[in-house]
């Protein structure tokens, strides 16, 4: 009975709403955030068209997608668009990667993402209005951390936050697969980091060895003057069953901070 309903869970994607207050914003901004669909063995193009509905039903200006988009190497066939469906969208989707897209190919996922009209962001800056909208690799935090989740490349998060030509006085979000390196973002006035990678545990007991592993586990956190938000996904990884957590896609009202 708890793996029937285990696996009904992780196949229906539940809107969580948040309403976060943005310095510097002049009007409010309707997006969604999505992240960790795990595209493979067991989620295909049903589960893309399922998500995008999601998404338009939700009436958003802009998508925000924060990596693991594959799981394995089964979509990446000669005519199988797993990614149609995205094409579909009018507001504009950006999207950076995480470990498990760096395992499956990650040229071949911005390939695919590329082909879907998706905006990819590696450490790069984009706007929307006056919105800033940072979108970084996945990458340690520093150079002085070490994470199986993260390739030993030479670059960093403070790296990054560091050489980026970052408008301090205007109203930003980062993008990272993982929610690390908040304090070199704090240092550049960063307002809000969506991330994902958690998956809040996926299942019991599983759920409460993630809050011990990851300081921001699932849901909004507040560090000084910034703030954090962890999705715990639309997918799931190893087997396609929650127990404990939702899939979820996340509507964010991003509102001006009076």
């Given at each position: ?188 006035d960063v307002d809000l980091l969506l991330a ?63």
């Amino acid at each position: 009975m708890l793996s029937i309903y285990g696996v009904w869970n992780a196949y229906t994607i539940q809107v969580k709403e948040l309403t976060i207050p943005v310095v510097g914003l002049k009007r409010e901004i309707r997006a969604v955030h999505i992240t960790d669909a795990h595209l493979g063995n067991f989620r295909g193009k049903d589960e893309v068209e399922k998500i995008v509905r999601k998404i338009k039903e939700l009436h958003p200006e802009i998508v925000f997608n924060t990596g693991d988009m594959f799981d394995s190497k089964s979509h990446f066939t000669d005519g199988n668009d797993v990614l149609e469906a995205f094409r579909s969208l009018n507001a504009p989707h950006y999207f950076v990667y995480g470990n498990h897209d760096e395992q499956v190919g990650i040229e071949e996922v911005i390939k695919q993402m590329k082909s879907a009209n998706a905006i990819v962001l590696q450490n790069e800056i984009s706007f929307f209005g006056e919105l800033q909208i940072i979108g970084l690799n996945n990458m340690l935090a520093d150079r002085h951390t070490f994470d199986i989740h993260s390739t030993a490349a030479s670059e960093t998060i403070a790296d990054v936050m560091h050489e980026l030509e970052i408008k301090q006085d205007a109203p930003t979000i980062v993008l990272h697969h993982r929610p690390d390196g908040v304090k070199y973002m704090q240092q550049k006035d960063v307002d809000l980091l969506l991330a994902g990678h958690t998956h809040g545990g996926q299942l019991f007991p599983f759920t409460f060895i993630a809050k011990l592993m990851f300081g921001y586990n699932n849901g909004l956190y507040r560090n000084g003057t910034m703030q954090i938000y962890v999705s715990e996904g639309t997918g799931t990884i190893f087997t396609p069953i929650r127990l404990g957590t939702k899939s979820e896609l996340t509507l964010l009202k991003l509102i001006p901070k009076i």
